[in-house]
């Protein structure tokens, strides 16, 4: 099984910044594609960003110029600086990771999420 253990939400005031933190762990044989989505409050969860495993990127026009993901594949670690922070950011901040995995013997692709880590920006 795999998790994901996400850290470094946290109440900042607008115009601060964050570093979000999300390590992958378990009977892992690659991560691939990793990620940061947030959902606030009564809306649905969106995209933020994401980083392959080579480092190309893709950001959310809502966060561009912001917020900068990267990686360590040696730690199967992926990150998110948050700058520039507005109220509309607040939300709960998703990791979320594709792996692969050993499954009775065959190498499955899986996606897996964290528990969220909250992020709140006051004005």
């Known amino acids: 099984q795999v998790q994901l253990v996400e850290s470094g939400g946290a109440l900042v005031q607008a115009g601060g910044s964050l570093r979000l933190s999300c390590a992958a762990s378990g009977s892992i044989l690659s991560v691939n594609d990793m990620g940061w989505y947030r959902q606030a409050p009564g809306k649905q969860r969106e995209l933020v960003a994401t980083?392959?495993?080579?480092?190309?990127?893709n950001y959310s026009d809502s966060v561009k110029g912001r917020f900068t993901i990267s990686r360590d594949n040696a730690k199967n670690t992926v990150y998110l600086q948050l700058n520039s922070l507005k109220p509309e950011d607040t939300a709960v901040y998703y990791c979320?990771?594709?792996?692969?995995?050993?499954?009775?013997?065959?190498?499955?692709?899986?996606?897996?999420w964290g528990q969220g880590t909250q992020v709140t920006v006051s004005s």
């Open positions: 979320n990771a594709n792996a692969d995995v050993w499954t009775n013997y065959v190498v499955r692709s899986n996606n897996y």
């Open positions: 980083i392959a495993r080579g480092g190309s990127t």
